[in-house]
């Protein structure tokens, strides 16, 4: 299976303060991958770094390498602003552009990478975009409403539909349901399963069982080390490494 | 015993209630009386002409400040022209970008500024303008009203940038959209309710002023359309009517003084409309 | 190293630009003090330290001396301060402590329509409806029965330090009000209840609590309120009389620097044009002073609120 992500000794500081640790992994093409672990062991830190959203904080430091489908990420080659429209990132906090419709907020992103698209192309990505968050048929009606009028698990589809218009192959998301409520959570995973047919899907989570539901594969993060990462299945339940273990069955949290 | 100091105690506490609601009370009464007089004093001159006409000679009936508004709304527009971008793009430079030297020096700088008197603008743009020129001027007026505009407005724009949450900002930014485009085209106009708000206060209060361009626009009797000379603003004629010997200018200056406080008003309800059509 | 986020060539134009703008507004503060500086140099050079002492004002004989207009400038905001504070700072608690939910609204809005009122339309209003007032009802007969006492001496006409500094309160009063209720609102709930939990007064509260904890914010906003009604110059001029001479009484006329400067400078030249920028450059100096002082002592206190004390 081909890999989209090759990462390679991957290193991070804040200041002084090591965030991530020689980090070895790859993420192959339309698979899910669930990162897990503890509070603080740099799994948010470590998914910042795919798409390079460290760049604006002071004081960040790396070193390693971030292969993106062979060429690393960190070069001087790479824009990072064109990487980031093929690595599409949705945040714990749905975070629709306030003061935007629903239609405004999707397009957005079309509109402003310097393309020039007529307004029927705009409309038919809008709804192409909306139809696979799963989002179309309840705002069809509404295109026009404000983008943080609509409930928190909407405001959710509405930011994966948003990242999904400007056609990324990589869809990274930060604990995108711990802000949700169940229902919700649970229409947002169907949808991941859905879309990992078309896009390789990185997703943190602080939840294992959600971890285990979703994923191909699942890394275990413990204090800035990958500690182990292996299909789903065997994570949960014949870990090759102890910590895993103690993390899975509850020593710690 | 308790009985006494219970009641000494009860009537401290009636009375300085009663003290602070007095206080209250003269709080806004002259706001009440200054508003009667506008309005009762103020009608008497208060006809369609005022708005028409150019003032006439002492004695003369009639008459009325219609070179004045043309001023004011000149003069202002002027103002606004080159203080309005100034300000905005200091604004966004001290709230997007302003973590520097350049900043915290500019922060101060605006700071200071608006503490000056309005009047010592006036002796700036005086220097600057009207000796070397040799003229006042509508220019000069307006140089010294840019000098409290920018201010006020750097200030409200930077506040307004700094309520958008950086969750905005994070989201533009993983869209893959440049710097710059997601600054002025999320992150500003998200903001800019408030920014637009802050520039109408901005001018209503530019709109008012009459000390800067007392040696700057000087005033003028006469219609005149040309920016590099002298030229008539709706304070300046109330000022030196009120301040005339003429029974009937003093009528005019009540009259005119309605004028500038509904001009004054209703940009500042609009100011204040703007703001709640944001929720 | 990488190619840097917001690094490109359009995101460092616009960067560049806009601290261009910035750069701009720091000049042109810049500018305005070395102008002013520049122009009073022959006023300096001419009076020195001696200006602010002498008392002599005369374009003819070329001698300029800026006591007078200091004398009122001071006189005229100290006694707005004055009476604009306690008015202020009780208003202030009225609204905060004692006013029914439904009033609150409607007085900060009065309040806030007196801020913006221009000081043009104060001058008129004080011209023909405040100084007959304060002659007939209150300087007139008080100059009958204590005109023996200096501050009330007559002649009373109507226009008179007075005026200008009762002018000048109802001038400040909205920011004093604002600044004093912002300092009452950070007053920590739980030490309110405590005082009246143990049987005290609304009354007592507000003196313990409120006189305890706010005393430097009421200072902080009295300096802002003084650093504006420095500054004031239309109202001031139109009802202070415009004389340029010093009396000990209240109800005589005075002048003010910005008054001065609004009525001599569009016709001046020469020393006296220096001399009235001179006037104009001490009269910002202070203002800035003042200002500073105020913004050190409110900010200080807003640093206080939010480490909860």
């Known amino acids: 299976m081909e890999n989209v992500f090759e990462i390679r000794d991957l290193s991070s500081w804040f200041g002084d303060h090591q965030v991530l640790k020689s980090l070895r992994m790859d993420i192959a093409k339309n698979s899910v991958t669930s990162v897990m672990g503890p509070s603080g062991c740099g799994k948010s830190t470590f998914i910042r770094c795919l798409n390079r959203m460290h760049d604006m904080t002071p004081g960040f430091r790396m070193s390693g390498e971030i292969l993106l489908d062979g060429t690393n990420i960190y070069s001087e080659k790479i824009d990072p602003v064109y990487l980031r429209r093929r690595v599409g990132m949705v945040f714990q906090q749905p975070n629709p552009f306030p003061r935007m419709s629903v239609f405004e907020n999707v397009a957005v992103g079309l509109?402003?990478?310097?393309?020039?698209?007529?307004?029927?192309?705009?409309?038919?990505?809008?709804?192409?975009?909306?139809?696979?968050?799963?989002?179309?048929?309840?705002?069809?009606?509404?295109?026009?409403?404000?983008?943080?009028?609509?409930?928190?698990?909407?405001?959710?589809?509405?930011?994966?539909?948003?990242?999904?218009?400007?056609?990324p192959e990589v869809l990274l998301m930060d604990e995108p349901c711990s802000a949700l409520d169940p229902m919700s959570t649970a229409k947002i995973e169907e949808l991941i399963e859905d879309l990992s047919e078309k896009y390789t899907i990185a997703v943190v989570t602080h939840n294992m069982q959600q971890a285990g539901r979703i994923s191909d594969q699942v890394a275990f993060f413990l204090m800035g080390e990958l500690i182990e990462m292996d299909k789903s299945g065997k994570i949960f339940t014949n870990p090759s490494d102890k910590r895993t273990e103690e993390y899975i069955t509850g020593r710690f949290g | 015993m308790m009985g006494t100091i219970s009641f000494r105690r009860k009537a401290a506490d009636r009375v300085m209630k009663w003290v602070f609601t007095l206080c209250a009370l003269l709080v806004v009464l002259p706001l009440f009386l200054i508003f009667f007089d506008l309005v009762i004093k103020g009608a008497k001159e208060l006809r369609w002409t005022l708005l028409i006409d150019l003032p006439h000679p002492v004695g003369e009936p009639g008459g009325g400040i219609a070179n004045g508004i043309l001023g004011t709304v000149a003069i202002t527009f002027l103002t606004m022209t080159w203080s309005v971008p100034v300000a905005v793009m200091a604004g966004i430079y001290l709230a997007e970008?302003?973590?520097?030297?350049?900043?915290?020096?500019?922060?101060?700088?605006?700071?200071?500024?608006?503490?000056?008197?309005?009047?010592?603008?006036?002796?700036?743009?005086?220097?600057?303008?009207?000796?070397?020129?040799?003229r006042f001027s509508a220019w000069a007026g307006a140089a010294a009203l840019s000098m409290i505009f920018i201010p006020v407005v750097v200030r409200t724009t930077e506040e307004m940038l700094r309520t958008v949450p950086a969750t905005v900002r994070e989201a533009a930014l993983a869209l893959g959209i440049e710097r710059w485009k997601a600054t002025l085209r999320i992150t500003v106009r998200t903001a800019w309710p408030g920014?637009?708000?802050?520039?109408?206060?901005?001018?209503?209060?530019?709109?008012?002023?009459?000390?800067?361009?007392?040696?700057?626009?000087?005033?003028?009797?006469?219609?005149?359309?040309?920016?590099?000379?002298?030229?008539?603003?709706?304070?300046?004629?109330?000022?030196?009517?009120?301040?005339?010997?003429?029974?009937?200018?003093?009528?005019?200056?009540?009259?005119?003084?309605?004028?500038?406080?509904?001009?004054?008003?209703?940009?500042?309800?609009?100011?204040?409309?703007?703001?709640?059509?944001?929720? | 190293m990488a190619a840097q986020s917001g690094k490109n060539s359009r995101d460092l134009a616009f960067e560049k630009a806009s601290a261009f703008f910035a750069f701009v507004v720091l000049f042109l503060a810049l500018l305005l003090f070395a102008v002013l500086l520049r122009e009073s140099i022959p006023a300096l050079r001419k009076f020195g330290a001696a200006f602010l002492v002498t008392g002599t004002w005369d374009p003819v004989l070329e001698k300029f001396g800026a006591l007078p207009f200091i004398y009122g400038t001071l006189v005229s905001s100290f006694l707005a301060i004055l009476i604009?504070?306690?008015?202020?700072?009780?208003?202030?608690?009225?609204?905060?402590?004692?006013?029914?939910?439904?009033?609150?609204?409607?007085?900060?809005?009065?309040?806030?329509?007196?801020?913006?009122?221009?000081?043009?339309?104060?001058?008129?209003?004080?011209?023909?409806?405040?100084?007959?007032?304060?002659?007939?009802?209150?300087?007139?007969?008080?100059?009958?029965?204590?005109?023996?006492?200096?501050?009330?001496k007559g002649p009373v006409y109507g226009p008179s330090m007075l005026a200008a500094g009762v002018l000048l309160s109802i001038m400040i009063i909205p920011f004093i009000l604002s600044v004093s209720r912002e300092v009452l609102a950070t007053v920590p709930q739980r030490q309110k209840e405590a005082v009246l939990s143990l049987g005290g007064t609304r009354w007592e509260m507000i003196r313990i609590v409120i006189g305890q904890h706010c005393l430097p914010g009421i200072f902080g906003a009295t300096i802002l309120g003084l650093g504006r009604a420095l500054g004031e110059t239309m109202a001031v001029t139109m009802v202070i009389g415009n004389r340029p001479e010093?009396?000990?009484?209240?109800?005589?006329?005075?002048?003010?620097?910005?008054?001065?400067?609004?009525?001599?400078?569009?016709?001046?030249?020469?020393?006296?044009?220096?001399?009235?920028?001179?006037?104009?450059?001490?009269?910002?100096?202070?203002?800035?002073?003042?200002?500073?002082?105020a913004k050190g002592i409110l900010s200080k206190m807003v640093a206080r609120a939010s480490r909860g004390i």
């Open chain 2, 97 to 134: 970008y302003g973590r520097g030297k350049l900043a915290s020096a500019a922060r101060f700088a605006v700071d200071t500024l608006s503490g000056v008197p309005s009047i010592i603008m006036g002796i700036f743009s005086y220097i600057l303008l009207v000796l070397p020129m040799k």
């Open chain 3, 84 to 152: 604009a504070v306690p008015l202020s700072v009780g208003a202030a608690i009225f609204i905060n402590e004692f006013a029914p939910p439904w009033l609150k609204a409607p007085v900060s809005l009065l309040a806030e329509l007196l801020a913006a009122i221009p000081s043009v339309i104060y001058g008129l209003w004080g011209i023909f409806v405040l100084v007959p007032i304060l002659r007939d009802g209150l300087m007139k007969p008080l100059t009958k029965y204590l005109g023996w006492i200096p501050l009330f």
């Open chain 2, 195 to 279: 920014i637009l708000t802050g520039i109408l206060l901005a001018m209503a209060r530019i709109i008012g002023e009459t000390a800067p361009l007392l040696f700057t626009a000087l005033g003028n009797q006469f219609w005149q359309t040309k920016l590099d000379q002298p030229m008539a603003a709706v304070p300046l004629q109330v000022f030196t009517y009120a301040i005339s010997p003429y029974e009937d200018w003093h009528d005019k200056a009540w009259a005119g003084a309605l004028v500038l406080i509904t001009m004054v008003l209703m940009i500042n309800i609009a100011a204040r409309v703007l703001t709640r059509e944001k929720r």
């Open chain 1, 111 to 167: 509109k402003l990478n310097g393309g020039k698209l007529s307004r029927a192309d705009i409309s038919e990505k809008v709804e192409r975009s909306l139809v696979m968050a799963a989002l179309w048929n309840e705002v069809k009606d509404h295109l026009r409403q404000s983008g943080v009028s609509l409930s928190g698990g909407q405001q959710q589809r509405l930011c994966i539909a948003r990242a999904l218009a400007v056609e």
């Open chain 3, 246 to 293: 010093i009396f000990a009484s209240l109800f005589q006329q005075g002048y003010s620097m910005a008054a001065v400067i609004a009525n001599e400078f569009a016709e001046a030249g020469g020393l006296q044009l220096s001399s009235l920028i001179l006037i104009g450059l001490l009269l910002m100096l202070v203002t800035l002073v003042v200002n500073l002082a």
